[in-house]
């Protein structure tokens, strides 16, 4: 059900009119504090962490991206994330971009001497908006498909408010049929 009201959420944005003449930038960096719940089957895990992410133009419409995630769950259960990636984006009007997202990922979760780890690839399709001068918006659905665990599919939603031409408050919610994640943080581009 949350699912389903995320993907109406996300549509209606991709129906706004942008009202700004920006040129998105590909390339930057981006710290967040991560809020993370996990339900699988009957057991649930609320956590939180960090986030470092990365993206650099490459090509004219490509670009490579990057992130790694450090969580503390309850319980006493650590865990981390590396995803290693790239994408494409193409211009659909002044204010619209079409973004493509694919790559792969590493999970890692320990407790004491228990350790499980799990590797997988992603892929995703969306847009990225100026709703103003100073705000944008990107919704995406992706799917990951786990090597030892499930495979799921999610939205991703992303705003951002900008402070000025390089700098932006960032805030994410990632939900998925086994997830939510949340975060908040400080974006730069160059």
Do not use: W
């Amino acid at each position: 059900m949350k699912l389903q009201t995320l993907c109406g959420t996300a549509i209606a944005l991709i129906a706004l009119p942008g009202i700004s003449l920006a040129e998105f930038n590909y390339t930057s960096a981006e710290i967040s504090y991560v809020d993370v719940d996990y339900d699988i089957g009957n057991f649930s895990v609320d956590g939180d962490g960090f986030n470092i992410a990365g993206s650099y133009t490459i090509a004219d419409e490509f670009f490579v991206s990057g992130s790694y995630e450090d969580y503390s769950f309850d319980f006493g259960v650590d865990g981390d994330v590396l995803e290693i990636g790239g994408g494409y984006f193409h211009m659909l009007n002044e204010d619209l971009d079409f973004v493509a997202a694919f790559g792969y990922l590493e999970t890692e979760v320990s407790s004491g001497n228990f350790r499980v780890d799990d590797d997988g690839l992603y892929l995703g399709g969306g847009i990225r908006t100026q709703l103003s001068d100073e705000f944008q918006v990107e919704a995406m659905l992706k799917y990951v498909n786990m090597d030892k665990g499930d495979s799921d599919t999610g939205i991703e939603l992303r705003g951002r408010y900008y402070f000025n031409e390089q700098f932006a408050v960032i805030a994410q919610a990632d939900i998925g049929n086994d997830f939510e994640i949340f975060s908040i943080g400080i974006r730069a581009e160059f």
